[in-house]
């Protein structure tokens, strides 16, 4: 059996060496106080990729991901590379086929608005003021994104274009049962979305999640309709634990959530397959905008080490050790630019990163 877990480190682009530094501080204090034998090996991918190698996903990368037993992302993409072909775009061309690659159909993004942070919510204090913890999955590897698509022109000289959302009966089995057993350590609480009510994909979808349902009677399953789903979030999203969608409802609901959450710099995200391998990586792009400035948030890449820590290597209690020593610094008043009362009261990116890695630290 091996005794050591081996992560690809893929820092990438714009802010994404600045927030896996920070990421790098909590590794090494886990290594450390708790004796986990984490090797990290870093590999290129994105921009930089195609700076150094010329393609955005380097066979090097591909490799070195392939030998490790799960992948730390920081982010990708940036303006300079953003004229290139699609195919050798950063996103398009390095993290999209790594994502394929691997298979990963379940994506997972936990949206939790601390209670510290309900000003930062769009949403009034009193529909927020305990706070609220969603977790989204979201099927990844199918439906519409995947379906059969094209744009043309008939004989008649109208143009048209067209996408099919084609999901096979064992791709949801999967992502219901990935869902329901997240559910089972969590409230127990399942609402599957779909639009049944027209789409026959949603009626498989909603036929399958039920059956499903039935080996796990101790979760409570509901579904709602695309549309009416969107106006419940907002109007409680207390209400709700895990949220089951498919790939083209999951796109949109996460990012719902992740509006409602406050910022974008707070949220991980994994994404995983069958074995359990994982990429893990903060839910936002690469924010060129603040690059290089010791400004970006890095709690969503600390937060990505916590889901690795539950999903890949089932260490729920350090991963939950990491939620609460995050939880602990914005109760103390920590706070960075994206997410400070007044934008003069922050402190920076690495400054953050030590303040969560000095009360893990201390907890250990
Ligand atoms: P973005 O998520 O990078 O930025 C949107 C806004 O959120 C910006 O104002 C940014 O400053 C802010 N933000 C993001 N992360 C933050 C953090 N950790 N702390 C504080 N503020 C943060 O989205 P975008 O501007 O649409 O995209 C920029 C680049 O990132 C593009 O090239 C895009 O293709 C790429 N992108 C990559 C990924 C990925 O790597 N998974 C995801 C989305 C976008």
Redesign the pocket.
């Known amino acids: 059996m091996k005794n050591s877990f081996c992560i690809a480190v893929l820092p990438?682009?714009?802010?994404?060496p600045e927030?896996m530094r920070q990421g790098y501080k909590i590794l090494n204090i886990l290594k450390k106080k708790y004796f986990l034998n984490i090797i990290t090996k870093e590999y290129d991918i994105?921009g930089i990729a195609i700076d150094k190698y010329g393609c955005p996903l380097p066979q090097k990368t591909l490799l070195g991901c392939q030998q490790s037993d799960a992948i730390l992302?920081?982010?990708?993409?940036?303006?300079k590379?953003?004229t290139l072909p699609d195919n050798q775009q950063?996103?398009k061309g390095g993290?999209l086929p790594l994502r394929k690659h691997f298979n990963l159909f379940a994506n997972i993004r936990p949206s939790i608005l601390y209670p510290e942070l309900k000003q930062l919510s769009p949403l009034k204090t009193k529909i927020v003021d305990s706070g609220f913890d969603i977790l989204c999955i979201r099927e990844l590897t199918g439906g519409i994104y995947f379906g059969n698509s094209d744009r043309k022109t008939n004989l008649e000289l109208k143009e048209f274009a067209f996408d099919t959302e084609l999901y096979y009966a064992f791709e949801i089995e999967r992502i219901a049962k990935f869902a329901f057993n997240i559910a089972q350590q969590r409230n127990k609480k399942i609402v599957s979305i779909d639009k049944a009510n027209v789409l026959q994909s949603s009626k498989l979808w909603r036929e399958i999640v039920e059956s499903i349902s039935i080996q796990y009677p101790d979760v409570q399953l509901s579904h709602l309709y695309i549309d009416n789903a969107i106006m419940q979030i907002i109007q409680n999203p207390v209400a709700f634990d895990v949220i089951l969608c498919s790939n083209l409802f999951g796109d949109i609901i996460s990012d719902e959530c992740a509006a409602l959450s406050g910022?974008?710099?707070m949220l991980a995200s994994a994404s995983l397959n069958i074995n359990n391998f994982g990429l893990y990586?903060?839910?936002?792009?690469?924010?060129?905008?603040?690059q290089n400035k010791n400004?970006?948030?890095?709690?969503?890449?600390i937060l990505s080490i916590a889901l690795l820590l539950r999903y890949s290597m089932k260490l729920n209690v350090l991963s939950n050790l990491i939620y609460s020593c995050v939880k602990t610094a914005l109760q103390k008043g920590y706070r960075?630019?994206?997410i400070a009362d007044c934008s003069k009261d922050y402190i920076s990116t690495d400054h953050m990163g030590d303040i969560i890695a000095q009360l893990i630290s201390k907890e250990a």
């Open positions: 990438g682009d714009g802010i994404g927030i994105g992302l920081g982010s990708v993409g940036g303006p590379w953003q950063p996103e993290l910022s974008i710099g990586e903060p839910a936002g792009g690469s924010a060129p905008d603040i400004i970006a948030n890095p709690i969503a890449q960075t630019f994206d």
